[in-house]
């Protein structure tokens, strides 16, 4: 006659069960990534050669580009980066009352007193109380590559010209605010084939 020995059966609790299903799941999806990120790796290896020579043809073929472009926009991307233009230009903002109460109107003021033509400028402006405490920010371009009929795009400023505009701020008692402009752009063309710089007017 046969005998056996007793058989034990292992019960495995609840969250014995919940441990062992998240360390599975995170097994798998470590296993998952790592495959698919060998594969973009192969991918990438083998598309290396083509964009490099993508990007070599590209920039062999500006010089075409650039002239098959229309004047407006060719000349728009014909400029430098000029820090050193800066003491040229004369830059304000005032903060005058509106008739509401709840609103203000900040008035940028912008000369260009030197002999180039500026392209871009960008401003970063901060509205603060008598206390000089910061009560709001924004930025506004006063001056933009090309003059479109948007607001936001005013053109660039010509020697000697002076370009003047507003922008509502929600501020109360604007006689006790006052505006700090500091430049963070700014460019000037740069000439390439004796042409000034051209205006687009969409209209």
């Not at 009352?97 to 402006?125: F, I, K, Q, W």
Request: net charge negative.
């Amino acid at each position: 006659m046969n005998q056996t020995g007793p058989v034990y059966v292992k019960r495995s609790g609840f969250l014995t069960a919940l441990v062992y299903g998240v360390f599975g799941l995170l097994t798998t999806v470590v296993l998952c990534a790592s495959g698919v990120g060998v594969y973009a790796l192969h991918i990438a290896d083998g598309r290396a050669g083509d964009l490099l020579n993508f990007g070599e043809s590209f920039l062999a073929g500006w010089p075409e580009f650039q002239a098959a472009l229309p004047p407006a926009l060719t000349d728009a991307i014909q400029d430098r980066r000029a820090p050193d233009y800066l003491s040229q230009m004369d830059v304000s903002v005032r903060i005058e009352s509106r008739d509401d109460d709840r609103y203000a109107r900040a008035v940028v003021e912008v000369t260009n007193n030197g002999p180039e033509t500026v392209t871009l400028m960008a401003l970063n402006v901060s509205i603060e109380d008598d206390h000089h405490t910061p009560l709001s920010d924004f930025v506004t371009y006063a001056v933009t590559p090309l003059a479109i009929d948007d607001g936001d795009w005013r053109g660039p400023l010509l020697p000697g010209n002076t370009r003047r505009y507003g922008r509502t701020i929600r501020h109360s008692n604007a006689d006790k605010l006052t505006a700090v402009v500091e430049v963070s752009e700014l460019r000037v063309w740069q000439e390439t084939a004796g042409r000034a710089p051209a205006i687009m007017d969409p209209s």
